[in-house]
């Protein structure tokens, strides 16, 4: 499905590329953008914009976005039943950890990131969003993949 591509000041990883994986902002281009809405998350911002809505929807009608919690909570309250919410989780956080270090985050970023309010807050689902979301437990990826696959036929 065509992403949204969203806009960030936090610096690139390796191996992600501007236009791509992000628009990586500093702090004073990030406020060019016109956003539906934007947050900050360990010490960053991040931000949806309309302009980079219009360019997915030009590809697509059915666009997928990765948001934080409170993000969801903005789309869910903007666009209502437009906007299909799919929280993924794990067992235990854990599991999250030893991810983010597989895929080679910086070990002091993810020191950071761990103990940051947002990351504990997404660790489960805002009462805001309970009966309203789907959530899917990613223990699993060719599980995972089956269960979006399905929720995605509904809309298809
Ligand atoms: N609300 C909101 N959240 C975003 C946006 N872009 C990314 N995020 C979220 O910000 C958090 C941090 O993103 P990132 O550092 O790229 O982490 P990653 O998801 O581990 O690759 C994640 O929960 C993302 O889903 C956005 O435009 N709006
Ligand atoms: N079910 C899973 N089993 C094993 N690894 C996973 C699973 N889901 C995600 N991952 C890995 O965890 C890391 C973080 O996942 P995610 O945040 O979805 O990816 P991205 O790095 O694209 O933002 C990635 O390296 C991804 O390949």
Request: hydrophobic letters at 35%.
């Amino acid at each position: 499905m065509t992403q949204v591509i969203t806009h960030t000041t936090r610096q690139p990883r390796i191996h992600e590329e501007n236009g791509v994986d992000y628009y990586f902002e500093t702090e004073a281009s990030f406020g060019n953008n016109h956003y539906l809405e934007s947050v900050s998350y360990a010490g960053n911002r991040y931000g949806s914009s309309f302009e980079g809505l219009e360019q997915a929807w030009q590809k697509s009608d059915l666009i997928t976005i990765v948001l934080d919690t409170a993000g969801a909570i903005t789309y869910q309250r903007e666009l209502g039943d437009k906007a299909v919410i799919i929280f993924l989780k794990v067992d235990d956080s854990g599991t999250l950890l030893q991810r983010m270090k597989a895929r080679g985050d910086d070990t002091s970023i993810l020191a950071n990131r761990i103990k940051s309010d947002e990351y504990l807050r997404d660790l489960s689902l805002p009462d805001e969003l309970k009966g309203k979301a789907h959530v899917i437990n990613n223990n699993n990826w060719e599980r995972t993949k089956h269960l979006v696959d399905e929720i995605v036929e509904e809309y298809r």
